[in-house]
């Protein structure tokens, strides 16, 4: 069976410093990977997603980047994190681009 | 653009009392419909999978309807464990992302 991990599950961070999320798959090779943010009030929002090593595509402008440096790990960055980038980060993987999507366990992140 | 409308934005049921969250859409292309249960602060969890209007699907207590403008998620004789916000996505045919509604908030009271 496929098995998605995140780390870490929480984090607290002041502005202006850097940012590192990790999400890996197990059980599955070449999957489809996503990045999304879920905001108190707000519906989930896809940042990245990435259809294999080294391809990203980036839904929305903003501070964040991402990177999939192996086929299974999907990696979310900053180099300056704004108060505005506090939320719920989720990453997801898909057999296809069409279909349903796969959820990790999620890192709460909060800027202070 | 995609469009996605939950109602009632929190719903509260006595144990065994069945009712319907509504899932409104506008979408481009229906690639999909799908439907989550998200508890706090963990990740959505998938339930369903809709693909065309008159689709039905079940699992356990809940069952999934889609029509042409709407999916309906009917929870019967809910219990405690039911508790959790249930949230709803369409795929299109412009692009990769799940567009989700804002979700419902079930509590389901002893």
Redesign the interface.
Known sequence: SQTIH?WPATLVQPVGSPLSLECTVEGTSNP?L?WYRQAA????Q?LF?SVGIGQI?S?VPQNLSASRPQDRQFILSSKKLLLSDSGFY?C?WSRG??????????T?LTVT | EDQ?TQSPEALRLQEGESSSLNCSYTVSGL??L?W?RQDP??????LF?LYSAGEEKEKERLKATLTKKESFLHITAPKPEDSATY?C?V?GDS?????????TSLLVTP
């Open positions: 995140q489809n996503y009030g707000r519906g989930l896809l997603y595509s839904e989720l997801a681009l069409a279909g349903e999507q796969y959820f990790g366990p999620g709460r | 996605v690639r999909g799908f989550y602060g963990k990740g959505p969890e998938f999978t949230l996505a795929q692009g990769y992302a799940l567009n989700f509604g804002k979700g």
